[in-house]
């Protein structure tokens, strides 16, 4: 299974690359420009991107799982690779709702890593995900229903921009009456944060926070915040991201410790 | 503590009359577990069109004002029963489970009851 493959090579773009893997069956992580797709005898396992809130922000900053039973999970299964049964054999959580969020948050870092469709950057044969084996799901599955969200999205409000840029609302405009969850996503648009950050605020998947978003923005409420003046650009933009380093995931985990300090 | 396909099996296997059941994340209309669909009754084509369904109550509630949430959504057809209940709970939110009937065979009441029963073991 960890043979070394060199034909995803070939491919122009990241989904076509994923279905050569897939062909192959190979085991190993493909690292793209937004985010990093899991495979397990080619089908994915697991997706990470920066765009999207990863499983245990999901799990701990709503609530499912306390901070510290998640560390305690990471801290016991990271290495063997099976944080994820940690924490059903711990009864933290139970197997169905593992389930159901691993794969929201394996779909909505998905659409962030395909959306973006350009040519893969890395695969590194036999690489596993800390998490552990949760569920799979076939390549051809993962690229339609990207497909299908990025349609559903441009039926809303056909202005992609709104995914990446920070926004801001437009002055003036009369919000009254808004559903719950588009008027708590409309009170986090403050002309600095982009949809990522505003997800994450949310400790909400992040495509989820674009549907309501773009409504925001055919409503009329939301906008594309005007550039920033470079010279006070707070650090590089996640469009800049090069994620040629494939173990993000330990980074992470080590800043979110770091900050826990 | 059951995961998301021993759910699924058990509403096909003790729920009388049931044909075919998902469970469906209804912001982008995806499947996230299906049973017992063929090729004649695509599930994940129905998952995305229920998932206009439950949008579409969701905003005529909001239009009149209602502040009411909806437990299940239930269409009849000539031969066939049609439910969808929507998840509670933490991780439920913006779920619901679409379960397809056999008219002749189902028991309406005791389907509601025993699908409440699968969503609480589910625990999402």
Not at chain 1, 10 to 31: F, P, Q, V, Y
Request: hydrophobic share 45%; with cysteine.
């Amino acid at each position: 299974m960890t043979r070394v493959t060199t034909t995803w090579t070939t491919h122009e773009t990241t989904s076509a690359a994923l279905g050569a893997l897939a062909a192959e069956g190979a085991t190993g992580a493909l690292s793209g420009e937004r985010g990093i797709v899991y495979l397990a005898a080619g089908r994915v396992v697991h997706v990470e991107s920066a765009f999207t809130p990863d499983l245990g922000a999901l799990l701990t900053r709503s609530g499912a799982v306390a901070a510290d039973g998640w560390w305690d999970a990471v801290d016991r299964g990271g290495r063997q690779a099976r944080v994820g049964h940690r924490l059903v054999d711990s009864g933290r959580l139970a197997a169905g709702a593992l389930e159901v969020c691993h794969l929201g948050a394996l779909f909505d870092a998905a659409y962030f890593v395909l959306a973006h469709d350009t040519r893969a950057h890395r695969f590194r044969p036999g690489a596993v995900h800390w998490l552990g084996a949760v569920r799979s799901v076939p390549v051809d599955v993962v690229v339609r229903e990207c497909g299908r969200r990025r349609a559903l999205l441009d039926r809303i409000w056909p202005d992609p921009d709104i995914d990446t840029v920070p926004l801001t609302r437009v002055p003036d405009a009369g919000a009254a009456a808004l559903p719950v969850r588009r008027g708590r996503t409309l009170t986090q648009v403050d002309g600095v944060r982009t949809a990522s950050q505003i997800a994450s605020a949310l400790a909400c998947r992040t495509y989820h926070t674009l549907v309501e978003l773009r409504r925001l923005a055919a409503d009329g409420l939301v906008t594309a915040a005007p550039p920033a003046p470079a010279s006070v650009a707070p650090g590089p933009s996640p469009r800049d991201v090069v994620w040629d380093d494939p173990d993000t995931a330990l980074l992470r985990r080590l800043r979110d410790a770091l900050e826990a300090l | 503590m059951a995961n998301l396909e021993t759910s699924l099996k058990e509403c096909l296997s003790s729920i009388d009359g049931a044909k075919a059941a998902a469970l469906v994340d209804y912001t982008s209309g995806m499947a996230l577990g299906t049973l017992g669909g063929t090729k004649d009754f695509n599930l994940e084509v129905a998952a995305a069109g229920n998932t206009d369904v439950v949008r579409s109550k969701l905003r005529t509630m909001e239009h009149l004002g209602l502040k009411e949430e909806i437990e299940d959504i239930l269409i009849t057809l000539n031969t066939q029963y049609h439910m969808i209940r929507l998840l509670k709970g933490r991780g439920g939110n913006g779920l619901f489970l679409y379960l397809v009937l056999d008219a002749s065979r189902a028991n309406l009441a005791m389907a509601r009851h025993q699908l409440r029963r699968i969503e609480t073991e589910l625990e999402v």
